[in-house]
């Protein structure tokens, strides 16, 4: 059964010679260049890395200049060497280490009970749906509010000594550990669960041998999201109400408008972010490459 | 030559591939993917090319379709040096690559883009090529509310209203059940009909080759190169079950049989029929 | 023989939501009501209906939200729009991103909180410096989840505009654009979350101004328990309001995913 085409002009012809358009990508030569000098595959590997430096230099020239030739009064930003000299101050003194160490056991003991009571209660709300049903639109609501909107409520329950922090920091990293830990449960394909039935498992293996490795992406995701979140809480905590901590000494050197304090802590606090966040990722790394090891 | 060559631009849809060779660099050393294809396709043809995997019968494709752009040796389309693509050569992969946020008729729209039509005469086009390919009421649809087999024609209906020279189909039915497929090569046996157009479809199912190619061409791996040319000189519409066909298909199957690796020296490809 | 089922499951289903909190009200009213606690702070639910009732009445709620709002839309589009602008460009060019890309990424891992002070310091502790913040909070995940959404066109897809011949334009705004739209979306609905976030510790660390954040810390301040609750639940409301209201856009536009992971 053919269906009659109407007759178009043969538009294509048209295109053709009128051809404008630039090819998208441009035609390789087919005759290639034979043999690169060492040389010029160096610089080609090399090349792309290189390239990112400028940017950054240049900014940082500008900046030095900025302050040499005081096209910027100090207060308002002092000079790169100034700040470079209180960092390296900091470190020899060993001033910075203080508040580190209070910084880190308030952030890993805040962090761990959010992700404990988060891991508990998406992971029961995942395999119970009774329990999801009275549970989750209460913890929904209370997710709405976001971390800073709780605080001086808490302020006004608990003073604003070191509960005060960890509460927050916990509930910062509960609500992604929760959503995720529950969504990554949920999404785990019933045929999985079925095998285990089949196979007789109790709930414990179900949930260790087939729920939770199945579901570990979509967890992991929730666990870096609870730190971001957790470091997040920490920084704004101690700005606010603490007397140690790298927060603390953003907020001192504010105070005393030591402008090379606040920008050397705030260095600190980038890079420390930046080292946890990395650690965790790897973390992934080897706990998922052991899995792949196993198949 | 000349007047080979005068009296094949005459005449659209005309493929010559003359001593078509193609390598890649893997960690310095050439690694050859395509060696001396010699093969010549007439107007309005059905060309069906079979191979294993890793004979590089994709890569000729979209050596045609002009995808991929480096290559030593003769391509022409109608006397034409192919570089680089165009909207005389259609493609439909084995993959719909329909655009997910496109309706049907805004996906096969998508290839009149840039053609100077009237915005009348590209509804018309579209309309008329929605119902070639038998899916008149489903023009608004988008594609994850059709099933594999109406997405593919879906793209069919894409390659094909340009009105390109020629239609290539790269293992366009590979992803699809038994019963779909056997059912779209009808389909596209009946289009090719239709439109008359110049056909190159590539293939791992021998069957599908002899169904609706006008001649197999037969490829090898290690290196790509053209083992033989059979002609398929039956009739349409085939009849699958017919003794012709079947004993084609087993002379087809035979290329198969002798392993492609203890292949001492590539064979010199024959002419085409 | 069918055991009677065990009591938490006979309650019908669209009602045991409301178990819990409809409880936890009984038992805040019950601890008020027969004073188990002599702690000031222990309020009745009904004192904060009765501020809310004052609070709106008075104008002042109408105030604070207005104040926070529009300082958090302000700051959100002026976030966002830039965020689409620098991660279309970081996501189109990729020479553009291995200049400035690893110098943003850097700046990236600085804590949001912790730019405040220095914002502070060159802005001041009024709109300017909240706004700019805000602009800050909503300018990250936008940049990253288009510059991801760009980056992560199928290539089959550009293969597929390569042979219909589509200009660079078209490939752009045809093909790239709707493709990233998910990933961009999710970068836009994230920025909403934390502008929403990031107005509340605004306020609480640039205090000169109006806010309803400004209003938490006055009535922690001043000891009332039942302006604090209700202003937690005004920040509730509105960041349960902001997610709808972009999930909501988000399904209109987004339709054609269906409900299956997009598949070409």
């Given at each position: 059964m053919t269906t009659p085409l109407s007759p178009l002009l043969n538009h294509r012809a048209v295109l053709a010679a009128a051809e404008l358009r630039a090819p998208l990508a441009p035609g390789v030569p087919s005759?290639?260049?034979?043999l690169l000098s060492s040389a010029r595959r160096a610089w080609r590997a090399l090349a792309p890395r290189l390239v990112s430096w400028p940017f950054p230099l240049l900014v940082l020239l500008l900046w030095y200049l900025g302050c040499r030739f005081e096209w910027i009064a100090p207060q308002v930003l002092p000079s790169p060497a100034t700040v470079w000299a209180t960092l390296v101050d900091m470190f020899r003194s060993g001033d910075i280490w203080l508040h580190l160490q209070v910084s880190l056991v308030r952030v890993f003991a805040g962090f761990a009970l959010g992700l404990a009571a988060g891991g508990a209660l998406g992971i029961a709300m995942g395999l119970s749906p009774t329990f999801k049903d009275y549970v989750y639109p209460l913890f929904k609501a209370f997710s709405q509010v976001p971390v800073l909107g709780w605080l001086p409520l808490l302020m006004l329950l608990v003073?604003?000594?070191e509960t005060l922090k960890i509460v927050l920091i916990a509930k910062a990293a509960l609500v992604p550990v929760a959503l995720n830990t529950y969504k990554g449960i949920q999404g785990v394909p019933t045929r999985y669960i079925e095998v285990a039935r089949v196979l007789r498992f109790t709930r414990w293996q179900l949930l260790t041998k087939v729920v939770l490795p199945a579901a570990f992406a979509p967890i992991w995701n929730g666990v870096r999201y609870g730190f971001t979140h957790a470091w997040l809480a920490l920084v704004v905590v101690e700005l606010l109400a603490s007397s140690e901590g790298i927060g603390y000494l953003i907020v001192y050197g504010r105070q005393l408008f030591q402008l090379d304090v606040v920008l050397a802590a705030v260095v600190v606090v980038g890079a420390v972010g930046f080292a946890l966040d990395k650690a965790l990722a790897l973390i992934e790394v080897r706990l998922t490459r052991w899995r792949r090891a196993g198949f | 030559m000349e007047m080979e060559r005068s009296m094949a631009s005459n005449s659209t849809g005309t493929l010559e591939i003359r001593h078509l060779n193609k390598q890649y660099e893997v960690e310095g050393a050439p690694l050859k993917v395509l060696s001396d294809i010699k093969l010549r396709i007439a107007p309005g043809e059905f060309v069906s090319i079979v191979g294993s995997s890793g004979c590089g019968k994709s890569t000729l494709l979209r050596l045609i379709v002009g995808l991929e752009e480096d290559y030593q040796g003769e391509l022409l389309l109608d006397g034409q040096r192919i570089a680089g693509t165009s909207l005389e050569r259609g493609i439909v992969f084995q993959e719909h690559r329909l655009f997910p946020w496109l309706t049907v008729e805004d996906n096969i729209g998508l290839g009149l883009l840039n053609a100077p039509l009237t915005e009348g005469q590209k509804r018309f086009a579209v309309r008329d090529h929605i119902a070639l390919v038998g899916l008149r009421g489903f023009e608004k649809a988008l594609p994850h509310q059709l099933s594999g087999g109406m997405a593919q024609r879906v793209a069919i209906a894409r390659a094909l209203v340009n009105r390109p020279e020629i239609l290539l189909l790269d293992e366009p039915f590979g992803a699809l059940d038994a019963i779909t497929r056997a059912h779209l090569q009808q389909e596209l046996q009946r289009i090719w009909q239709a439109e008359g157009i110049t056909t190159i479809l590539v293939t791992h199912d021998v069957e599908e080759a002899v169904f609706l190619g006008d001649k197999v061409v037969v490829m090898a791996p290690r290196p790509g190169r053209i083992r033989r040319v059979l002609p398929v000189p039956l009739a349409h519409p085939r009849q699958r079950a017919s003794l012709e066909f079947a004993a084609i298909k087993a002379d087809v199957m035979s290329e198969f049989?002798?392993?492609?690796?203890?292949?001492p020296a590539p064979q010199p490809a024959l002419a085409a029929a | 023989m069918a055991r009677p089922a065990p009591l938490a499951q006979r309650v019908p289903r669209p009602l045991r939501g409301w178990v819990l909190p409809l409880g936890l009200l009984l038992v805040w009213w019950t601890a008020f009501h027969f004073g188990?606690?002599?702690?000031?702070?222990?309020?009745?639910p009904t004192a904060v209906w009765e501020r809310a009732l004052r609070y709106t009445a008075s104008g002042e709620l109408r105030e604070a939200l207005g104040a926070s709002l529009w300082r958090n839309l302000a700051g959100f589009a002026i976030g966002a729009t830039g965020g689409l602008l620098f991660g279309a460009a970081l996501g189109f060019s990729r020479r553009f991103e291995r200049v400035v890309g690893p110098s943003f990424h850097t700046l990236k891992q600085?804590?949001?909180?912790?730019?405040i002070p220095l914002i502070s310091v060159w802005f001041g502790l009024g709109d300017a410096a909240k706004v700019a913040f805000l602009s800050l909070a909503a300018f990250f995940p936008v940049v990253l989840n288009t510059f991801e959404g760009i980056r992560s066109v199928p290539r089959e897809l550009i293969e597929v505009a390569r042979v219909l011949r589509l200009t660079r334009w078209q490939v752009l705004s045809r093909v790239a654009l709707p493709s990233a739209a998910p990933s961009i979306f999710a970068g836009i609905h994230l920025a909403l979350v934390y502008a929403w976030l990031a107005t509340l510790g605004a306020e609480y660390l640039l205090v000169a101004g109006k806010g309803i954040g400004n209003t938490l810390i006055d009535g922690r301040e001043h000891l009332q328990m039942d302006l604090v609750i209700f202003g937690v639940i005004v920040v509730g409301a509105v960041g349960f309001t902001l997610n709808w209201l972009a999930t909501q856009i988000e399904n209109r536009l987004l339709a054609w995913r269906g409900s299956t992971v997009a598949q070409f």
């Open positions: 005759a290639q260049p034979r003073g604003i000594d | 049989g002798s392993d492609a690796a203890t292949d | 188990w606690s002599t702690s000031p702070l222990l309020v009745s600085i804590s949001l909180f912790a730019w």
